[in-house]
């Protein structure tokens, strides 16, 4: 037996509710379901994919935005021995296309529209082809996808509808559940969660349920009790929310407040009705909250926060945080290690908390490497962060060479960001050696963005580099080399890729080129692209 108890996704909500049954767990948009509500809704929707014949290992996507079926999903899928895929909600036909094609889902569970976005009439124009057998769908050009479930108005042909789920759940027994919730193993495959990578298209990362310790200990740092209120506008379909704050609220019994979208001025009015004591977010998340609550001063019961901070762009807005709102926690983590993996603790100074990212967790080790030479750096001097630990990624879902490249023989996840370790400890994290771009706390991959381009008559050449941006950090800005004779407007450009792929993906501004500044080994030096983006449109 390993030495730590190890607990499922699905147990830890059964866990919640006989200790908790009574108190709130969550709320939305005015309705409230206390523990006891939320763990028979789950169970409800375990149910219905049992009957639905969702087998255990097999992959379930779920393109939704924040709503309390998407936490029946999250801990339904896990209960079932199933591996939940969130799809970010941001995704238009062609990522939703290639990610659950390339995860190998044989179920979508998906919105019919949120607001102005009409995700079903994205899937009915992606999927214009759907035959039904007695068995399972057939999908063109979904070699694997078998079942479609809608939540709301059904257009799709044979999708299933929520409530025809949940109907068909009635027939499977309490006891049927219980054996397929006794059978989850901690170590098998709880989600996939697809990140962008430098290399191209999203990758999917294999987490288990291992995790929960992870998250559980920092509860204890953070000092969470079941008197907390967390404010919960941070998509779901992220491992920043997923873990931090319904993971956590689940182990500790505090309670959420669950809005749809982040909206500031919203989000500082509900904490103030709902007396919330927990603030999340990335630095854009942050601005906006401080810009809000300059425009109009809330009474506020907020105690604590998390912001990932350290990042000299980061700084200055923590800094007003402190004063404004509350003590943050700083700390270091990204999908294929988890949400965090290095964090500080309230009694840190200001200092620490602010300009640095904590200390590594409970069995994770970090190493700081020169990427040259391979050998450890010297205290306060930058190299490439590696990180080890119990639950990093397993590797990518279906991408070897890709795993081999981040994950060595001794475990060590390589993780291309750049950091150096402080004479008192604490970690800095200092940027991406890999040119990933971060958009509001958004991973989005040059390469995947430079490929969609080349795709385009017009084009025979891209390159995607970060500009700064007072909100986001960073936005995506395109160096674009036409072939002999072609014409196209930056405008054109970037309406083509207006509801095709994730409006943060989208270059905010094109410049064309004649020829890119090139190594001696034939590569692009994108340090010298960013500087002449810089130059032409500070």
Known sequence: MDWYRKRTLGGILDEAAQRWGEREAFSFNGQRWTYAAFHAETNRLAKG??????????HVAVWMTNRPEWLFIMFGIAKVGACIVPLNTRYRTDDVAYTLTQSRSRTLISLDRSGPVDYQSMLMEAMPNI???????????????????????????????????LALGEGVSDATLSARAAAVDPDGLMMLAYTSGTTGHPKGVMHSHRPIRNTHERSQIMGYTQFDVHMNYLPLF?????????????????????????????????????????????????????????????????????????????????????????????????????????????????????????????DYEFRVV?????????????????VRGYAVMRGYWEKPE????????????????????????????????????????????????????RKMPEIMDAAVVAYPDPRLAEVPVAFVILKAGQQVSAEELMARMKGKVASYKIPRHIVFTDSYPMTSSGKIRKVELRAQARTLLD
């Open 131 to 165: 035959t039904q057998t007695p068995t399972r769908l057939v999908i063109e050009n979904y070699p694997d996808l078998e079942r479609i479930v809608i939540l709301g108005e059904v257009s799709l042909p044979h999708a299933t509808s929520w409530a025809a789920l």
């Open 402 to 453: 890709a795993t081999l490249e981040a994950l060595d023989a001794q475990g060590w996840l390589h993780t291309g960001d750049m950091a150096r370790v402080r004479s008192d400890g604490h970690l800095v994290f200092l940027g991406r050696y890999k040119d990933m771009l971060k958009v509001g706390g958004e991973n989005v991959s040059p390469a995947e963005v430079e490929a969609y381009l």
């Open 49 to 58: 994919l049992i009957a639905l014949g969702v087998q255990p290992g097999e």
């Open 238 to 362: 992220h491992i920043y929310a997923f873990s931090e704050i319904v993971m956590m609220s689940v182990l500790c019994g505090s309670r959420h407040v669950m809005m749809d979208a982040f909206d500031a001025e919203r989000a500082l009015d509900l904490a103030a009705q709902e007396n919330a004591t927990v603030l999340h977010g990335f630095e854009a998340h942050w601005l906006d909250l401080l810009t809000a609550q300059a425009r109009q001063a809330r009474t506020l019961n907020v105690r604590i926060g998390t912001l990932p901070s350290g990042v000299e762009s980061t700084i200055p807005i923590a800094e007003r945080v402190q004063d404004v709102f509350c003590p943050t926690i700083s700390g270091f983590g990204m999908s294929e290690s988890w949400a965090y993996v290095s964090v500080n603790n309230p009694l840190h100074t200001r200092e620490q908390r602010v300009q640095a990212s904590g200390y590594p967790m409970n």
């Open 370 to 386: 020169n990427v040259d030479t391979g050998h450890e750096q010297p205290v306060d001097e930058a190299g490439e962060l590696w």
